[in-house]
DNA sequence: TCAACGTCTTGACAACTGTCCAGAGGACCG
DNA sequence: CGGTCCTCTGGACAGTTGTCAAGACGTTGA
């Protein structure tokens, strides 16, 4: 029988589960931290137990990989919405910056996570592969903003896609520090710093 | 008797050892980042045992507190020489991005230390005080070579010392990531970033 | 009803962690 | 020489870690 309940096949409903886990694990490191996040206060916060994990998932470094998998597919096109509506060059860089801002507000965790990930990285080679990849991803993903941008001014980019995703990531990145800490002007300097920035990105 | 090995009082003795073992600890947790650096491992490369950190140190924290204020007083002023030789502004913005490219060269593992020790101040409050402390003072740095190179170059900076500093250490971040993981051409694209960044940063 | 299977729990394991401490070793001073 | 202090060692501790395996549970199919 085919009810809505069991209308999934064995194979569909383990990937289910492994993606239930490691979206549970996900809220779990982006409080913790990736050096204190351990297995068993990962799967306290789920509803499972901890041997489960190793039923799902090979390792801890398997379940770590797929959680920042997981994580890329949430963020990866957060800003198209802003890209797609813009109608001026400065409409945009107001659009982008408030997105910024309220990215901080709604997933300071996730973004901690992020940028502890991304320092594992220099240290194991494991993390490298996936991390890159959502590296590069973002880079995209800012890529599009200010080809857009320049679009919209009339003018080209004076920068290339790294240097540019480099300086961007790191003004957020300062950002979230200062949020984190307490900082209250954090959010308000960096709505101001990304409209400032924006347009020395052009010739 | 006051020879040259005893002239030091057991004060300044003291004080020597601890920075002797805070070096140590420095590049092991250079090597092996926060999360894996144990208090054994880190006696293990020093020429003590593991049970001395506790006579110098009250806490693993302390030990680690302590290490990052010494690092602090290798890197504050590693620019101040490009900044006091400059004789133009072109000149000045090439010594600053091969001296950029020198320090990823001569020390990679101490800069991914430090951005894995900035990735857990936004988890654990306790570094928050130190790590801070450094930050501002890269801040002041940065902003020491974009002042004297607006200076040269007869122009105003578009930008803060904030924003100037998220910049500048964002693109750095990301050619240290690129050559941390083997991308051959990381250190080159640092160079070429860096020189045209910084005339963006003039109104 | 019984057997087989996929799922999950529970407890165990060896290794490792930070911390503490009893005491050895040596330098110094009376 | 004897005593006192500072320095440092090595072992022990309680707790935590990742990993694994034996078995319980519930569903399915014959």
Redesign the interface.
């Known amino acids: 029988m085919t009810t809505a309940a069991t209308r999934r096949t064995p194979a569909e409903k383990h990937e289910e589960r492994r993606r239930a886990l490691a979206a549970s694990a996900l809220t779990t490191l982006g409080e913790?931290?990736?050096?204190?996040a351990s297995l068993r206060e990962i799967a306290k916060s789920s509803e499972f137990s901890h041997g489960v994990v190793h039923y799902y998932f090979h390792d801890k470094l398997d379940l770590i990989v797929s959680c920042v998998r997981q994580y890329k597919a949430t963020c990866v096109h957060r800003y198209d919405g802003v890209v797609d509506d813009a109608a001026s060059a400065d409409g945009l860089a107001a659009a982008f910056a408030d997105a910024l801002v309220r990215t901080i507000l709604d997933e300071a965790p996730m973004h901690?996570l992020w940028?502890?990930l991304?320092?594992?990285?220099?240290?194991?080679a494991e993390l490298?592969e996936a991390v890159?990849a959502i590296?590069a991803t973002l880079e995209e993903m800012v890529w599009r903003v200010v080809a857009r941008y320049a679009d919209l001014a009339g003018a080209a980019p004076?920068?290339?896609p790294?240097?540019a995703?480099?300086?961007?990531?790191?003004?957020?990145?300062?950002?979230?520090?200062g949020h984190?800490?307490g900082r209250d002007d954090a959010l308000v300097?960096l709505d101001a710093?990304v409209r400032?920035?924006l347009p020395?990105?052009l010739v």
């Open positions: 913790l931290g990736y050096a204190r901690r940028y502890d991304r320092a594992q990285t220099m240290f194991t490298r890159l590296d004076a920068l290339g790294r240097a995703y480099g300086l961007l990531d790191g003004v957020f990145q300062q950002a979230l520090l984190l800490v300097d710093e400032r920035v020395t990105l």
